[in-house]
T-cell receptor
Framework: KNQVEQSPQSLIILEGKNCTLQ??????????LRWYKQDTGRGPVSLTI?????NTKSNGRYTATLDADTKQSSLHITASQLSDSASYIC?????????????FGRGTQLTVWP | EADIYQTPRYLVIGTGKKITLECSQT?????MYWYQQDPGMELHLIHY???????EKGDLSSESTVSRIRTEHFPLTLESARPSHTSQYLC???????????FGEGSRLTVL
């Protein structure tokens, strides 16, 4: 069964600290993996998209890694800010069809305290 | 910033009412989607469209219907709302290439 599992479910860190969020998936075949940030009450916003051949991709203080062999991805946030408080969602796309079906994780709820 | 808009942002209605959630995008995207999201849960696809006059049901069974008469417009309608329809509804669109999804701000529906 194609699944996307994220950990931890929730995380609290102090402003300025780093953190790493995890995403494990069983989706096969694999096309790409995306990380989204969703602020409370808002729609998700794309942070990164990685294909099979990409190991790492950065977007400012956000760095995503992908290990397609172990089917794991991580999102590292450097020097956290209060505005980083949000839900971070991992999404995996298959290439089982030309339409590229998406599988969503439940997200990690990050809270940054001052 | 994505050019995809949803209205209303918040709606509280009584059981049995008919409602339409509006979604419009100005990016010229062919593909549009409706997702349902409950707190702490993953997004579930309820409808999608690959172009004008094309609509399909998603993975999650839904009593709602959609239409795609114009490329930029993808409204979702509930003929008779029930408390079980209380949820957040997210509209999204994607273009060609990577198929990156652009989401609207969401419509939070509460049915009393």
């Amino acid at each position: 069964k194609n699944q996307v599992e994220q950990s931890p479910q929730s995380l609290i860190i102090l402003e300025g600290k780093n953190c790493t969020l995890q995403c494990n998936y069983t989706v096969s075949p694999f096309s790409n993996l995306r990380w989204y940030k969703q602020d409370t009450g808002r729609g998700p916003v794309s942070l990164t998209i990685m294909t099979f051949s990409e190991n790492t991709k950065s977007n400012g203080r956000y760095t995503a890694t992908l290990d397609a062999d172990t089917k794991q991805s991580s999102l590292h946030i450097t020097a956290s800010q209060l505005s980083d408080s949000a839900s971070y969602i991992c999404v995996v796309s298959d290439r089982g069809s030309t339409l590229g079906r998406l599988y969503f994780g439940r997200g990690t709820q990050l809270t940054v305290w001052p | 910033e994505a050019d995809i808009y949803q209205t209303p942002r918040y709606l509280v209605i009584g059981t049995g009412k008919k409602i339409t959630l509006e979604c419009s995008q100005t990016m010229g995207h062919d593909k549009m989607y409706w997702y349902q999201q409950d707190p702490g849960m993953e997004l579930h696809l309820i409808h999608y469209s690959y172009g004008v006059n094309s609509t399909e049901k998603g993975d999650l069974s839904s009593e709602s219907t959609v239409s795609r008469i114009r490329t930029e417009h993808f409204p979702l309608t509930l003929e008779s709302a029930r408390p079980s329809h209380t949820s957040q509804y997210l509209c999204a669109s994607s273009g060609r290439g990577t198929g990156e999804l652009f989401f609207g701000e969401g419509s939070r529906l509460t049915v009393l």
